[in-house]
């Protein structure tokens, strides 16, 4: 921590920042960054007006969405309370900066759950509904504003609004998916689902991407369904589908559900880069093993959400270089060439990629998140700024610009402005729709200046 | 059975509040934002299943804080501890401030603590209740900052002495605690000499000898080292000190 500056007076009392050293978790952008941590309501007033802000949850989310040189990160971690739960109807109203691995602790055991949650256990309800996640299957769930009734949304100079589907439907919307750029979100009311028994994961061995799209389609309907794939270039695309069905029947092992357990929002990385060639070789030749053989395994709920949780050492070894994740959602009718044109590339160019994942989307682009419909490829490159990795990552972006793909803006950081426009088509409509929220600017990220917003 | 808690909506008043609820105690929160409150005594409620009240009152300008606290234990199964983890302190508290900050200073630092317990005193005598008194390692030695603050928290040690005289210890446990620093909004962005303690352990470690006789203590320990050093200190090495 650095220095700090203080403010008193009539409503500043109790404003403290703090000079801290952020990094996204992708390890891509590092920037001292004045951080206030909030911990009543009326500090939430504390900053002046014309101070650049932004919330910050966890801090896990892959890119700089909750810091910058140039703004106040307004730290959300003291409100985490449970607000209101209707054990009933399936209702929980929580502040902004619970962890949905802490609400999904509270809310199991009695009798219900969030169908959607991102893989990070601690990644807080205000990012969730800022990025407008996904979960395991976003074709049967959609993505994280489906299960939002209600939001309370501080405003500077305007106070606490709340906001739903019926009131300010506007802001409500631009909100779900925002970036944070329309307020700080505070709390939400949000639609809870009665929790299976256990997960019964059936896997699909695939030989390729487009087989695995295939399967995937066909599964729409599945409790979890996701892909993993081999990136090396002599078999990429080949491996798994993992196909999760409701199992009310089938005892699921024990499993170690506290919060010790849970991912840390940062990892310490190795002093070295783990993810070479060979590593990753080894790595996906144990995977196969593991996973592509026709099969079945009961697992209980949590571990399906929360898989994250055994990639502590995954991550670590990306080292200091990080990695970076590239996720584009393709069209059904472009997928099958778009994974042929990737797969040259890949045979071309021969990148190092540690994962490949595929999911399957059937839902409406909202203003900017990352929804529609069609098979969604997600990709993790050790060291990006290699060369090799820099310039396979500019290709798949080409690749993936001209077969009509959506860019996830939340994961993505070689992402820049020119490709997120050309992706988006009404990228400007979007824009100002967000603008008209945040007109001077007041709040802003990294992401939010790498991506012109 | 029930816990009152003067300053409950933010750091240690915060923790204390949320290791009683886990240990069952029905609770009295009082702090100036009912907006905090009330977020806090839902989650406590939601989570341990404790009876939660809330008063919501500004201690830098309530005349009689303690007849109001009596007022909303009505409804409240009968108190037997009152936790006072209430102060304000701040950066330019260095023989800068008019009279109306000093005023401030001394209501919530003391005057506001010590009209509470004397409202609530027959009362807590009567259920041989403990009353849990925070001071600081600021009040340790007086320096060139913090002047107001370490003086109230000074004099507040002296009516941790005056209870104790006045009550037998069947009647009365009073127990003082001087913080050293904790990880809270106050210490944010400070650079501190020692590393602060989370409030969830000096939480539990204050709540965990409730009811267990008199006295006063540095928490986390380590600090009366600390402490011990400060009042070693030669005057002309202490006087350097103006950090």
């Known amino acids: 921590m650095g220095a700090m500056s203080m403010t008193h007076g009539a409503d500043r009392r109790g404003l403290a920042l703090a000079s801290a050293q952020l990094s996204s978790f992708d390890r891509q952008f590092t920037a001292q960054a004045q951080v206030q941590r909030p911990d009543r309501y009326r500090l939430l007033d504390a900053l002046p007006l014309d101070t650049p802000r932004i919330a910050r949850g966890s801090g896990v989310s892959y890119v700089a969405a909750s810091f910058g040189s140039e703004a106040v990160s307004q730290d959300m971690g003291s409100f985490d309370r449970l607000l209101a739960f209707d054990i009933r109807t399936g209702l929980v109203c929580v502040e902004a900066g619970m962890a949905i691995g802490d609400l999904q602790r509270f809310l199991l055991p009695r009798g219900w759950y969030l169908p959607i949650a991102p893989g990070h256990p601690r990644a807080t309800i205000g990012g969730c509904i800022a990025a407008d996640v996904h979960g395991k299957n976003p074709a049967r769930d959609g993505t994280f504003r489906a299960l939002v009734e209600e939001l309370q949304l501080h405003v500077p100079g305007h106070g606490l609004l709340s906001l739903d589907a019926h009131h300010d439907a506007d802001l409500f919307a631009a909100t779900c998916g925002g970036l944070g750029l329309t307020g700080t979100i505070t709390r939400a009311t949000l639609r809870l689902r009665r929790p299976p028994g256990a997960i019964a994961l059936r896997r699909v061995p695939v030989a390729n991407l487009a087989e695995a799209a295939r399967v995937l389609r066909e599964a729409a309907n599945a409790q979890v369904l996701y892909g993993w794939h081999d990136g090396q270039s002599a078999r990429f695309g080949s491996g798994v589908i993992h196909l999760g069905l409701a199992d009310e029947e089938a005892t699921p092992p024990a499993l170690d559900t506290s919060p010790a357990r849970d991912l840390p929002a940062s990892i310490a990385p190795l002093p070295f880069t783990v993810w070479n060639a060979r590593a990753i070789a080894l790595a996906n030749s144990w995977l196969r093993r593991r996973w592509c053989a026709p099969g079945m395994s009961v697992a209980p709920l949590a571990s399906a959400l929360f898989p994250l949780n055994d990639a502590r050492w995954y991550f670590a070894g990306f080292g200091s270089a990080g990695l970076v994740e590239l996720q584009w959602l393709v069209p059904h009718p472009r997928f099958e060439a778009f994974a042929a044109a990737l797969g040259e590339c890949v045979a071309r160019e021969q990148p190092r990629i540690a994962l490949v994942s595929s999911k399957l989307f059937d839902g409406h682009a909202h203003g900017l998140a990352f929804d529609g419909k069609g098979i969604a490829l997600a990709l993790h490159l050790p060291s990006p700024a290699a060369p090799r990795q820099r310039a396979f990552c500019e290709q798949f972006t080409q690749i993936a610009l001209a077969h009509e793909g959506r860019p996830n803006l939340i994961k993505d950081a070689t992402l820049d402005a020119d490709s997120v426009r050309r992706a988006i088509a009404d990228f400007e409509v979007r824009r100002l729709a967000l603008a008209r929220y945040n007109a001077d600017g007041r709040f802003r990220s990294e992401l939010t200046r790498r991506l012109a917003l | ?243």
């Open chain 2, 1 to 243: 059975m029930t816990a009152i808690i003067v300053g409950a909506s933010s750091g240690l008043g915060r923790a204390l509040a949320g290791e009683l609820a886990q240990r069952g105690h029905p609770l009295l929160l009082i702090a100036s934002d009912a907006r905090d409150l009330q977020a806090l005594a839902a989650d406590l409620a939601l989570r341990h299943e404790v009876e939660v009240a809330t008063l919501a009152m500004d201690l830098a300008r309530e005349v009689d804080p303690g007849a109001r606290i009596l007022a909303a234990l009505a409804s409240l199964p009968p108190a037997t501890a009152l936790l006072l983890p209430v102060g304000l302190s701040r950066r330019d508290d260095a023989f800068g401030l008019g009279a109306g900050a000093i005023g401030e200073l001394l209501a919530i630092n003391l005057h506001a603590p010590l009209a509470i317990v004397h409202a609530l005193l027959p009362m807590l005598c009567e259920r041989h209740a403990t009353v849990v008194l925070f001071g600081s390692i600021a009040a340790v030695r007086g320096r060139g900052h913090n002047v107001v603050y370490a003086s109230a928290k000074r004099a507040l040690e002296s009516a941790y002495e005056s209870l104790r005289q006045a009550h037998a210890p069947d009647v009365l446990h009073v127990q003082l605690y001087r913080l050293g620093f904790l990880a809270t909004n106050l210490t944010w962005g400070l650079r501190l000499p020692l590393s602060p303690a989370a409030p969830a352990t000096v939480a539990r470690r204050v709540v965990a000898r409730l009811g267990k006789g008199s006295f006063k203590r540095y928490l986390p320990r380590r600090f009366a080292l600390v402490a011990l050093l400060l009042r070693a200190l030669p005057w002309f090495v202490f006087r350097r000190l103006r950090g």
